[in-house]
T-cell receptor, first 114, second 115 residues
Framework: AQSVSQHNHHVILSEAASLELGCNYS??????LFWYVQYPGQHLQLLLK??????LVKGIKGFEAEFIKSKFSFNLRKPSVQWSDTAEYFC????????????FGTGTRLLVSP | GAGVSQSPRYKVAKRGQDVALRCDPI?????LFWYQQALGQGPEFLTY????????KSGLPSDRFFAERPEGSVSTLKIQRTQQEDSAVYLC?????????????FGPGTRLTVT
């Protein structure tokens, strides 16, 4: 079945550590890719998105993601995390079937300890 | 400016009751989406409106689920004869246009608990 996989369900890091969260998808053809974040008590909000062009995309708050087409991956990275990055992170794919619906992964809970 | 709002924020229903969940999208947003988020899972697509037209309802899990957006702004998701498996957070999102490059803005969700 077509899906989006996030292999890390829970990640615990110390401040200043580097972060990489994995995301793989199983859709063929052209896709649009997103990372959303949900801070405690807040709405889902967009971190970054990839539609075309440079496969390395930069988002808000120092996050970036790399689209590797051959690996069907769109991993999220941040060189140095802060306590305020504690949140749940969701990878999402728009299979580009004509409508904008998003298919989400199961999410990764990140806890950054000060 | 005002974001997407949803009401109620929390709803407890006895099994078999009908519920109605409301979404107020950002003013002027053409597209509106409903998602269902079960505990420990990512949001799952339910249905999509472009103005008042429901163009995709492929994610609605059963015929107990019904959504409408009669005037192309406010939307209501109705669940009839609620079951325990309907317990979830129901998220509404809106976007300005209809192209895939438009960002979806999410509301806070309605947490439905069916007892």
């Amino acid at each position: 079945a077509q899906s989006v996989s996030q292999h890390n369900h829970h990640v615990i890091l110390s401040e200043a550590a580097s972060l990489e969260l994995g995301c793989n998808y199983s859709y063929g053809g052209t896709v649009n890719l997103f990372w959303y974040v949900q801070y405690p008590g807040q709405h889902l909000q967009l971190l970054l998105k990839y539609f075309s062009g440079d496969p390395l995309v930069k988002g808000i708050k120092g996050f970036e993601a790399e689209f590797i087409k051959s690996k069907f991956s769109f991993n999220l990275r941040k060189p140095s995390v802060q306590w305020s990055d504690t949140a749940e992170y969701f990878c999402a794919v728009n299979p580009n079937t004509g409508f904008q619906k998003l298919v989400f992964g199961t999410g990764t809970r990140l806890l950054v300890s000060p | 400016g005002a974001g997407v709002s949803q009401s109620p924020r929390y709803k407890v229903a006895k099994r078999g009751q009908d519920v109605a969940l409301r979404c107020d999208p950002i003013s002027g947003h053409v597209s509106l989406f409903w998602y269902q988020q079960a505990l420990g899972q990512g949001p799952e697509f339910l249905t999509y409106f472009q103005n008042e037209a429901q163009l995709d309802k492929s994610g609605l899990p059963s015929d107990r689920f019904f959504a409408e957006r009669p005037e192309g702004s406010v939307s209501t998701l109705k669940i009839q004869r609620t079951q325990q498996e309907d317990s979830a957070v129901y998220l509404c999102a809106s976007s300005l246009g209809t192209g895939n490059f438009h960002e979806q803005y999410f509301g806070p969700g309605t947490r439905l608990t069916v007892t």
